[in-house]
Nanobody
């Protein structure tokens, strides 16, 4: 399975960005998808996940009310709409796929496939 993330960039605080991730290859018929991020100098952390087929969503407390995750199962894509961005949202963002935790998960160990990451920089 290959995951291709896109949409990162430089934005001012208060602005918005939309990240997308496309899955290709031998994907299973059903899987949850998630977004994680690695801020500069810190460990990778959970941002959001969405269940199969997309009814349930989970968010880290730090992004609740500002970020929204969605998926298009016909295109094998997941999107993270990020609004009201803050400098502390600056990070490399990674998408991931879990075929074992179909309800979604905040645990990185539940995800088997990872994208290459896309950089988001929020200036103050």
């Amino acid at each position: 399975v290959q995951l291709q993330a896109s949409g990162g960039g430089l934005v001012q605080a208060g602005g918005s960005l939309r990240l997308s991730c496309a899955a290709s290859g031998r994907t299973s018929s059903s899987y949850a998808m998630g977004w994680f991020r690695r801020p500069p100098g810190k460990d990778r952390e959970f941002v959001s996940s969405i269940s199969w087929p997309g009814v349930r969503t989970h968010y880290a407390d730090s992004v609740k009310g500002r970020f929204a995750i969605s998926r298009d199962n016909t295109k094998n894509t997941v999107t993270l709409q990020m609004n009201s961005l803050k400098p502390e949202d600056t990070a490399i963002y990674y998408c991931a796929v879990s075929s074992t935790k179909l309800g979604g998960s905040s645990d990185q160990l539940d995800y088997s496939y990872w994208g290459q990451g896309t950089k988001v920089t929020v200036s103050s």
